[in-house]
């Protein structure tokens, strides 16, 4: 089946955007959960464990996956330092009994 014909099946275009599909809140302890449909998640690149930012305004819920910051290792983040973005040295004195 051609992709786009499936996807067109699939969702209903409404003014607002993309509507995937309906779902239903159920109990989760003391508060409420949904399922995120698979085309969704998919779609989304959202799996088991991603955080997703939640915004609520007037009688509207907006959910939006929280993008992940990378982690850099230390080989990386010194891979970067040039003598273009170096500073001098900075002498601050000496402050109290230190040492040095």
């Known amino acids: 089946m051609d992709s786009r014909k499936y ?5 209903n275009q409404t003014k607002e955007g993309d509507y995937m599909s309906t779902v239903i809140a159920q109990k989760w302890g003391n508060s409420l959960g949904i399922r995120i449909p698979k085309e969704a998640a998919e779609r989304l690149d959202i799996s088991q464990g991603s ?3 939640l915004y609520v305004t ?3 819920i907006t959910l939006k996956p929280k993008k992940l910051r990378k982690k850099y290792t230390l080989e990386e983040l ?5 003598p273009e973005n ?3 040295e900075i002498d601050f004195g000496i402050e109290g009994r230190e040492l040095i």
């Open 7 to 11: 996807l067109k099946n699939e969702m």
């Open 51 to 53: 955080e997703i930012e």
């Open 58 to 60: 007037a009688n509207e």
């Open 78 to 82: 010194l891979s970067q330092v040039s």
């Open 86 to 88: 170096r500073h001098e």
